[in-house]
């Protein structure tokens, strides 16, 4: 079966514009999160959908946000770009319930 | 938050077993023990994970402490296709949160 999709795998964008991230989870799963990873912070937590409403959030600034439409697809938004940002963008998805995580492969962010 | 430790680096010979420790001595009674690994260019991989006893799949053994503090990651027979970075994450409230993960080599 089709594992995690993330679009674009790559992506450069200049400090102050915006970009918009993709994710399709594996069929039936609902729940979708959102981590950024850097070398200097690691893996941090941004967000979580789980059918259509924000259930959790890590502590990033509202620059960041997110939505999940009613097919499970989620998305992820950036506004006003920082050289920070530049980094590894990973959503992942899961079955309700206890089961594992399964990761995308990622969408590298590049601002310049 | 929930906080996990793990030791950066450990190496093993390949074919012998390995033992990735970590320490979560914050865990709260309805948090799950998770383990994923990361290899370069790519996402976490989900390895194992468990609640209070130990568990065993077709990829690892995950060992609880009794008192749920700790816990161990066993890999019965090291390849050299387990080389990665071992996460060990506490999942909070549906919430991941990641330590800094074990920087496993395996030795030929």
């Known amino acids: 079966k089709a594992g995690v999709t993330q679009t674009p795998r790559y992506l450069i964008k200049t400090r102050g514009q915006q970009v918009t991230l993709s994710c399709s989870p594996i069929?039936?799963?609902?729940?979708v999160s959102w981590y950024q990873q850097t070398p200097g912070q690691g893996l941090q937590f941004l967000f979580e959908?789980?059918?259509?409403?924000?259930?959790n959030k890590g502590n990033f600034p509202g620059r960041f946000s997110g939505r999940q439409f009613s097919n499970s697809r989620s998305e992820m938004n950036v506004s006003t770009l920082e050289l920070g940002d530049s980094a590894l963008y990973l959503c992942?998805?899961?079955?309700?319930?206890?089961?594992?995580?399964?990761f995308g492969s990622g969408t590298r962010l590049t601002v310049v | 938050d929930a906080k996990t430790t793990q030791p950066n680096s450990m190496e093993s010979n390949e074919e012998e077993p390995v033992h990735l420790p970590c320490n979560h001595s914050t865990i709260s009674g309805t948090d799950y023990i998770h383990w994923y690994r990361q290899l370069p260019s790519q996402g976490p991989e989900y390895v194992i994970h468990?609640?209070?006893s130990n568990v065993n799949n077709r990829m690892a053994s995950l060992a609880i402490a009794e008192d749920r503090k700790s816990s161990t990651l066993i890999l019965h027979r090291a390849t050299l296709r387990d080389a990665a970075v071992y996460y060990c994450?506490?999942?909070?409230?549906?919430?991941?949160?990641f330590g800094t993960g074990t920087r496993l080599t395996v030795i030929p």
């Open positions: 069929s039936g799963h609902r729940s």
């Open positions: 468990g609640l209070t």
């Open positions: 994450i506490l999942i909070h409230r549906d919430n991941l949160f």
């Open positions: 959908y789980f059918s259509e409403t924000q259930r």
């Open positions: 992942a998805s899961r079955y309700p319930g206890n089961y594992g995580y399964t």
